[in-house]
């Protein structure tokens, strides 16, 4: 008697259970093709316009595969906050890249880190130097470099792309290492850049075939093809760059010569790290800075300088609104923020109207997830859609600071803040945003108060259009573009030699 009920006891049961766990589908996106997945269907001359199609297609999440690996793309900040923010212990990892992370060993640096213990102390080591009383120390260097630049920028104004490359640069420098560099060509530049350019190819798909077959990176070395003798090259060339500027404040510190720094004042305050070693903690979590910061902040002053060119109405604005308040007596310091609202809403434009890290810096999932319904299968990569956030709305093409003025003044706007989404999200968020705004700042403040941007000219007097295009890549440059860049007036003029005798480019602090 008892055996009858078993079956209909059992077989309910069975029958939830499987409900339960009936595999989740992923979330929408385009068609995908035997093993190569959506591999061609990513224009590499302009992977947005497909990015922001599927955005309209799928709405905020989409899913790709390329070559056997999950992709995932965000296009809202729902799914951003719920998952970098609410659910961060899964999704605070970076993809796991084997020929650079693993092999090269760029994986000790805290952008690519991925060991939590140590990660977290390099982000403390970062909150230290750059929070907010870190970054106060810095404010004095960031206006002498910015008197520095504007003198630059006046003997040669054609030359405007290469001088915020430089400015942006030596900013980090000597800010990370107290390094002064007089020029682009300088070798710790060069071997950034060699270093950055080795981590593009390296997230590339196809560029290392141990990056689709990770146990290839146990052939030995005598084996043809093997990676082993092209890890080891690079992983000398990384050491070099990460050692070699550390060491040197190390020296300099040694010999009471040390120049003010990030690296010089942890290493004379070291904190505690919880058992691990501390200069190792250290010397990685600097070694990012450059590349991490440098870019960015060059990418923003060139769109500046676009976006003045081509928006005249607004640089009229926040002229007026600087000339109300200095009154042609002094540069703008960080301490008149606060007075110039018109000022703060064209730079938080700047950010919207070109994203310099447009999908930002990607994460991966740890563990299989399930978001409204959809599987996020561990190991995903996502991919924040930063650039389409930015252009969400009716404000596509347009540049409006006002749009941001509106938010705070009434509330009427519901355009999200740029600053809530352009320095990335949750544990992950940018730990050197604080810098590169007080940077920004003073540098875009310092820029209209001295010159006017206008289109160029040619030599029948007529304006050279600009075309606002930018290159494709994990960070985003202007194309070059021309411009004219001119003193405002004969009385700027006076007020930048002077303010350059105020500001002596040497000195402490
Ligand atoms: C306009 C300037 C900048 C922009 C737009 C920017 C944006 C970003 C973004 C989007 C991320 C990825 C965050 C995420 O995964 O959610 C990031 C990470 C990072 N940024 Fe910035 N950044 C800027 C300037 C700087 C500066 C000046 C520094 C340092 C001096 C810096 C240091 C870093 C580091 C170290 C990371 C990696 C953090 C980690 O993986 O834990 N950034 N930044």
Same mark, same amino acid.
């Given at each position: 008697?008892?055996?009858?009920?078993?079956?209909?006891?059992?077989?309910?049961?069975?029958?939830?259970?499987?409900?339960?766990?009936? #595999?989740?589908?992923?979330? #929408?996106?385009?068609? @995908?093709? #035997?093993?190569?997945?959506?591999?061609?269907?990513?224009?590499?001359?302009?992977?947005? !316009?497909?990015?922001?199609?599927?955005?309209?297609?799928?709405?905020?999440?989409?899913?790709?595969?390329?070559?056997?690996?999950?992709?995932?793309?965000?296009?809202?900040?729902?799914?951003?906050?719920?998952?970098?923010?609410?659910?961060?212990?899964?999704?605070?990892?970076?993809?796991?890249?084997?020929?650079?992370?693993?092999?090269?060993?760029?994986? @000790?640096?805290?952008?690519?880190?991925?060991?939590?213990?140590?990660?977290?102390?390099?982000?403390?080591?970062?909150?230290?130097?750059?929070?907010?009383?870190? !970054?106060? /120390?810095?404010?004095?260097? /960031?206006?002498?470099?910015?008197?520095?630049?504007?003198?630059?920028?006046?003997?040669?104004?054609?030359?405007?792309?290469?001088?915020?490359?430089? $400015?942006?640069?030596?900013?980090?420098?000597?800010?990370?290492?107290?390094?002064?560099?007089?020029?682009?060509?300088?070798?710790?530049?060069?071997?950034?850049?060699?270093?950055?350019?080795?981590?593009?190819?390296?997230?590339?798909?196809?560029?290392?075939?141990?990056?689709?077959?990770?146990?290839?990176?146990?052939?030995?070395?005598?084996?043809?093809?093997?990676?082993? !003798?092209?890890?080891?090259?690079?992983?000398?060339?990384?050491?070099?760059?990460?050692?070699?500027?550390?060491?040197?404040?190390?020296? /300099?510190?040694?010999?009471?010569?040390?120049?003010?720094?990030?690296?010089?004042?942890?290493?004379?305050?070291?904190?505690?790290? +919880?058992?691990?070693?501390?200069?190792?903690?250290?010397?990685? $979590?600097?070694?990012?800075?450059?590349?991490?910061?440098?870019?960015?902040?060059?990418?923003?002053?060139?769109?500046?300088?676009? !976006?003045?060119?081509?928006?005249?109405? %607004?640089?009229?604005?926040?002229?007026?609104?600087?000339?109300?308040?200095?009154?042609?007596?002094?540069?703008?310091?960080?301490?008149?923020?606060?007075?110039?609202?018109?000022?703060?809403?064209?730079?938080?434009?700047?950010? @919207?109207?070109?994203?310099?890290?447009?999908?930002?810096?990607?994460?991966?999932?740890?563990?299989?997830?399930?978001?409204?319904?959809?599987?996020?299968?561990?190991?995903?990569?996502?991919?924040?859609?930063?650039?389409?956030?930015?252009? +969400?709305?009716?404000?596509?093409?347009?540049?409006?600071?006002? *749009?941001?003025?509106?938010?705070?003044?009434?509330? &009427?706007?519901?355009?999200?803040?740029?600053? &809530?989404?352009?320095?990335?999200?949750?544990?992950? %968020?940018?730990?050197?945003?604080?810098?590169?705004?007080?940077?920004?700042?003073?540098?875009?403040?310092?820029?209209?108060?001295?010159?006017?941007?206008?289109?160029?000219?040619?030599?029948?007097?007529?304006?050279?259009? *600009?075309? #606002?295009?930018?290159?494709?890549?994990?960070?985003?440059?202007?194309?070059?573009?021309?411009? @004219?860049?001119?003193?405002?007036?004969?009385?700027?003029?006076?007020?930048?030699?002077? /303010?350059?005798?105020?500001?002596?480019?040497?000195?402490?602090?």
């Amino acid at each position: 008697m008892i055996s009858l009920w078993i079956p209909l006891i059992v077989a309910p049961l069975l029958l939830a259970i499987r409900l339960v766990r009936r #595999p989740r589908p992923l979330p #929408p996106g385009p068609r @995908r093709k #035997p093993i190569i997945g959506n591999l061609f269907d990513v224009p590499l001359q302009n992977p947005f !316009a497909a990015f922001d199609t599927w955005r309209k297609q799928y709405g905020d999440i989409v899913y790709l595969e390329v070559l056997g690996n999950s992709i995932v793309v965000l296009n809202g900040m729902d799914p951003i906050t719920e998952l970098f923010e609410r659910r961060a212990g899964n999704y605070s990892h970076r993809p796991v890249v084997q020929m650079v992370g693993e092999l090269m060993g760029i994986n @000790r640096s805290i952008g690519l880190n991925n060991n939590d213990k140590v990660w977290r102390q390099q982000r403390k080591l970062a909150a230290i130097a750059l929070g907010p009383v870190g !970054a106060k /120390q810095y404010i004095p260097l /960031q206006e002498r470099l910015v008197a520095l630049f504007l003198s630059e920028l006046e003997e040669r104004p054609g030359d405007f792309m290469g001088l915020c490359e430089l $400015a942006a640069a030596r900013l980090i420098l000597e800010i990370t290492y107290g390094i002064s560099i007089e020029n682009m060509e300088n070798p710790y530049i060069k071997e950034a850049e060699d270093i950055f350019e080795l981590v593009r190819r390296g997230v590339q798909p196809g560029a290392y075939l141990v990056d689709f077959i990770p146990w290839l990176k146990h052939v030995p070395a005598w084996v043809p093809f093997s990676s082993q !003798a092209t890890a080891a090259r690079g992983r000398a060339q990384v050491e070099a760059f990460v050692n070699r500027p550390f060491e040197s404040v190390k020296t /300099q510190m040694a010999a009471n010569t040390a120049r003010p720094s990030l690296v010089a004042s942890l290493l004379s305050d070291r904190s505690d790290v +919880e058992g691990l070693d501390f200069e190792e903690i250290l010397k990685w $979590a600097a070694s990012t800075m450059y590349d991490a910061g440098g870019e960015s902040t060059a990418i923003t002053l060139k769109s500046f300088i676009m !976006a003045m060119a081509l928006h005249p109405e %607004a640089q009229t604005m926040a002229q007026q609104e600087l000339d109300t308040l200095l009154n042609g007596s002094r540069l703008p310091t960080l301490d008149d923020r606060a007075s110039l609202p018109y000022v703060n809403v064209c730079i938080k434009e700047i950010y @919207r109207w070109h994203v310099a890290i447009p999908l930002g810096l990607p994460r991966r999932a740890e563990k299989d997830d399930i978001y409204n319904g959809y599987l996020i299968p561990r190991g995903s990569i996502i991919l924040p859609n930063i650039r389409g956030i930015a252009e +969400e709305g009716d404000h596509l093409t347009r540049f409006t600071p006002e *749009i941001h003025l509106n938010k705070y003044a009434d509330g &009427s706007s519901d355009a999200p803040d740029p600053l &809530s989404y352009v320095f990335g999200f949750g544990r992950r %968020a940018c730990p050197g945003k604080l810098l590169a705004e007080n940077s920004l700042f003073i540098f875009i403040a310092s820029i209209l108060t001295v010159f006017r941007i206008t289109k160029d000219i040619d030599s029948d007097g007529n304006e050279i259009p *600009i075309d #606002p295009k930018f290159q494709i890549g994990l960070m985003s440059h202007p194309e070059p573009f021309k411009c @004219r860049i001119v003193v405002r007036s004969p009385e700027t003029k006076k007020l930048l030699a002077n /303010q350059l005798l105020d500001r002596p480019i040497r000195g402490g602090g």
